[in-house]
């Protein structure tokens, strides 16, 4: 396999996992968001993945989650179900569930915790290729894996069959574009492209896509991508200086965390302040309760006309 075996490509919402103040699983929520994400033109979803909080489900709720999303978009754009897990054999099982239950792909951070080194690595997703026959997107998350997938350990991921596909969240964004111009030709390729510099570099290098946590703008990401393909350069631009005014106010260098909480945690405080249906997060997540954060965190949505009319004047 590689890239010209799937079609993934444009904005892909990383989903979050609505949860209930007592801790359970919206289940209602999760199809009314998946909902949300189709009506605004994402081009697929990814489910469990970091913004989704796997790491505080249970193997069972990880695989009900993954039903209850694949049932929903019922084929309207491509699922990807994540499968990260401390072992490959572990990440083997929720993948092959994954793709019964009509998953389009899998994907997988590196192990976390265990710090792996490259040729580690390597071992674990060829054990996760050869057990899921499938098409795999490789995770690049070096917050949460301690591992940071660059060019050279990138060029050897892509040669393994299953492999099509790379989201790499890589704080080092000059990493991120060697990274990206060094496997595009292979796989599909994931990242910050949605910045002025970003687009840039996918006009001169080559990109297919972003996976971002939800999304806080709606139908403007989805269109980012529709313009590139159609050659609406100038727009994507206005769009991604929109993004770069927004995010420093509100994300850490790098994405992985909030100003204000944790990434999870203040993604779904702007999520109801927006009117989507984020639920709340799981501990170890706690949910972001201080009002002076969430008056600044109105505040700047405010200013980028990102509040609903009613709210406005709130």
């Not at 990138?154 to 080092?172: G, M, W, Y």
């Not at 939800?214 to 989805?222: K, V």
């Not at 109105?298 to 200013?303: A, P, Q, V």
Request: charge should be negative.
């Amino acid at each position: 396999m590689n890239r010209n075996d799937v079609s993934w490509q444009g904005y892909w919402p990383a989903c979050p996992t609505p949860f209930r103040v007592d801790g359970s699983i919206d289940h209602g929520a999760l199809r009314k968001l998946l909902d949300y994400y189709l009506e605004v033109g994402v081009h697929g979803v990814l489910i469990n993945g970091t913004t989704g909080e796997w790491f505080s489900q249970t193997p069972e709720e990880r695989r009900l989650v993954a039903e209850t999303a694949i049932d929903q978009v019922a084929g309207r754009v491509p699922v990807i179900v994540g499968c990260a897990a401390y072992t490959a054999r572990e990440a083997a099982e929720f993948g092959r569930h994954a793709i019964d239950v009509g998953a389009s792909g899998i994907e997988s951070t590196p192990p976390p915790y265990s710090k792996t080194y490259d040729d580690e690595t390597v071992a674990y997703y060829e054990d996760l290729a050869s057990a899921v026959k499938a098409p795999i997107l490789v995770y690049n998350w070096p917050h949460g894996t301690a591992v940071d997938i660059g060019p050279a350990l990138a060029e050897r991921l892509v040669e393994i069959d299953n492999v099509v596909a790379l989201k790499d969240s890589t704080p080092n964004a000059e990493q991120f574009y060697e990274t990206a111009r060094t496997v595009v030709d292979r796989v599909r390729v994931f990242g910050p492209f949605m910045s002025r510099e970003g687009f840039e570099r996918l006009l001169s290098d080559g990109g297919d896509g972003f996976i971002g946590g939800g999304t806080i703008f709606g139908a403007p990401d989805a269109a980012f991508w529709e313009d590139y393909w159609h050659g609406d350069h100038d727009l994507c631009r206005a769009h991604a200086d929109n993004v770069d005014r927004l995010f420093p106010k509100l994300w850490l260098p790098g994405g992985w965390g909030g100003v204000y909480a944790a990434y999870q945690s203040q993604l779904k405080a702007i999520m109801k302040m927006i009117g989507q249906p984020g639920g709340e997060p799981r501990r170890p997540r706690l949910p972001l309760t201080d009002p002076a954060s969430l008056t600044a965190i109105r505040e700047i949505l405010r200013e980028a006309s990102l509040l609903p009319v009613e709210l406005e004047n709130v």
